[in-house]
């Protein structure tokens, strides 16, 4: 069983809408969450980072974290053209590492 | 401020060659980690380091080595190169833990023929 699960994708989302992305995660003592934003041939930018239940929101992203469903969601508000990405989630886990999910991949449709 | 600096940013093998890739960090970070990652699919582990002078093997060592003699370096050596190790392979480093999250270097795209 993987320790980070997210849906492969492509997710693909008209401009202008919500893009939701899932992650689940299987290490209940894990205490932080992040997302990292993959373009196509280069390397991962941190976007969010949550530590709380709930949601933190910044600019048009907002991280949303459930420890007791163990589960993280990335929203993308009016999501344009230029957010069309492979979507990261990592979570730090006890032994002191990241541990990544495989990534989705999202399409925002002109 | 530069972050982590990998090189070279391509580079094309021949089967059993072998060579080193280069990374370096300004970000006096003490976690430094190797990650290969393979078209479509997600990070891989490769090594990792704690601090200058140790080192551990990640979820895909073999064929792979590390040093870790400063701070700021972190190189990877393959031996004998071959097919299988086609891939872009990630430099990224950390604060103890890694609880901030990571900050990665560019890259390296090998291509072993």
């Known amino acids: 069983q993987k320790e980070v699960e997210q849906n492969s994708g492509p997710l693909s989302v008209p401009e202008g809408a919500i893009a939701s992305l899932n992650c689940t995660y299987s290490?209940?003592?894990?205490?932080?969450f992040f997302w990292y934003r993959q373009y196509s041939g280069k390397s991962p930018e941190l976007i969010m980072f949550?530590?709380?239940?709930g949601d933190k929101e910044d600019g048009r992203f907002t991280a949303q974290l459930n420890k007791a469903s163990q589960y993280v969601s990335l929203l993308i508000r009016d999501s344009q053209p230029s957010d069309s990405a492979t979507y990261l989630c990592?979570?730090?886990?006890?032994?002191?590492?990241?541990?990544f999910g495989g990534g989705t991949r999202l399409m925002v449709k002109p | 401020n530069a972050g982590v600096t990998q090189t070279p940013k391509f580079r094309i093998l021949k089967i059993g060659q072998s060579m080193t890739l280069q990374c370096t960090q300004d970000?006096?970070?003490?976690?430094m980690y190797w990650y290969r990652q393979d078209p479509g699919m997600g990070l891989k582990l490769i090594y990792y380091?704690?601090?200058?002078?140790?080192?551990d093997k990640g979820e895909v060592p073999n064929g792979y080595n590390v040093s870790r003699s400063t701070t700021e370096d972190f190189p990877l050596r393959l031996e004998l190169a071959a097919p299988s190790q086609t891939s872009v392979y990630f430099c990224?480093?950390?604060?103890?833990?890694?609880?901030?999250?990571?900050?990665f270097g560019s890259g390296t795209r090998l291509t072993v023929v």
């Open positions: 380091s704690v601090g200058a002078g140790i080192t």
């Open positions: 970000m006096n970070h003490n976690y």
């Open positions: 990592a979570v730090h886990n006890a032994g002191n590492m990241l541990t």
């Open positions: 290490d209940r003592g894990s205490q932080s």
């Open positions: 990224a480093s950390s604060e103890p833990g890694g609880a901030k999250g990571y900050t």
């Open positions: 949550i530590y709380s239940n």
